[in-house]
């Protein structure tokens, strides 16, 4: 079935600093892939999205590539803010509304 | 602003007890809303499809009688926790699509904690 692996965290880093959250996944058929934030008391948020193979999604300067060749979706930021401290999730739609999750990868920013 | 209302944000309860979970889109119809439960350090694992008018339907290995799902208008799904037990306690979250299909985001809600006790 369709699944999402993606690397655990804590992921703590100094402003400024460059970003990448690993997600890897498996399908069947051509998925659509996410990446969801949740900042500390907040509902989950869409950051970006890419529907099809070598399409980019791309947001508040986070970017992620959709890579059918190594079924990855690696998330990142050339420059991280304290403000982007929260839990991202990477997730697959298989053309439903229907989402399937990562674990969830909880980033600490730091000044 | 939030589009999704989830209510309530935490609820402590005895087993054996019943907990009322409610999901409202607060500006848009949804005839589709998702329930998701998550277990700490875990993904969001989907429970079950809220259809609005029609019965729910369930993913493999959710107990159908023990989370018992309405989505009686367009406007408000809920999720009630039958007979809870320590075991249940977990975060639940819903989420709702203004028009469906991949073009229109998820909304998802804050979350509801359950804590049995």
């Known amino acids: 079935g369709n699944s999402v692996t993606q690397m655990e965290g804590p992921v703590t880093l100094s402003e400024e600093a460059f970003l990448t959250i690993n997600c890897t996944y498996t399908?069947?058929?051509?998925?659509?892939l996410f990446w969801y934030v949740q900042y500390p008391g907040e509902g989950l948020q869409l950051l970006l999205k890419?529907?099809?193979?070598?399409d980019k999604g791309s947001n508040k300067g986070f970017e992620a590539t959709y890579r059918k060749e190594t079924t990855s979706f690696h998330l990142e930021k050339g420059s991280v803010q304290v403000s982007d401290s929260a839990v991202y999730f990477c997730?697959?739609?298989?053309?439903?509304?229907?989402?399937?999750f990562g674990t969830g990868t909880r980033l600490q920013v730091f000044p | 602003g939030a589009v999704v209302s989830q209510h309530p944000s935490w609820v402590i309860c005895k087993s054996g007890t019943s907990v009322k979970i409610e999901c409202r889109s607060l500006?848009?119809?949804?005839?589709?809303m998702f329930w998701y439960r998550q277990f700490p350090k875990q993904s969001l694992m989907l429970m079950a499809t809220?259809?609005?008018?029609?019965?729910?339907?369930?993913e493999q290995g959710v107990e159908k009688d023990k989370f018992l799902i309405n989505h009686a208008s367009l406007t408000l799904s809920t999720l009630t926790v039958t007979s809870a037990h320590p075991e249940d306690s977990s975060f639940y979250i819903c989420?709702?699509?203004?028009?469906?299909?991949?073009?229109?985001?998820?909304?998802f809600g804050n979350g509801t904690r359950l804590t049995v006790t």
């Open positions: 989420s709702a699509s203004r028009a469906g299909g991949m073009d229109s985001p998820l909304h």
């Open positions: 399908a069947t058929g051509y998925p659509s």
């Open positions: 890419a529907t099809k193979a070598d």
């Open positions: 997730a697959l739609s298989g053309g439903t509304d229907k989402l399937i």
């Open positions: 500006d848009f119809q949804a005839t589709t």
């Open positions: 809220s259809n609005e008018g029609s019965k729910a339907t369930y």
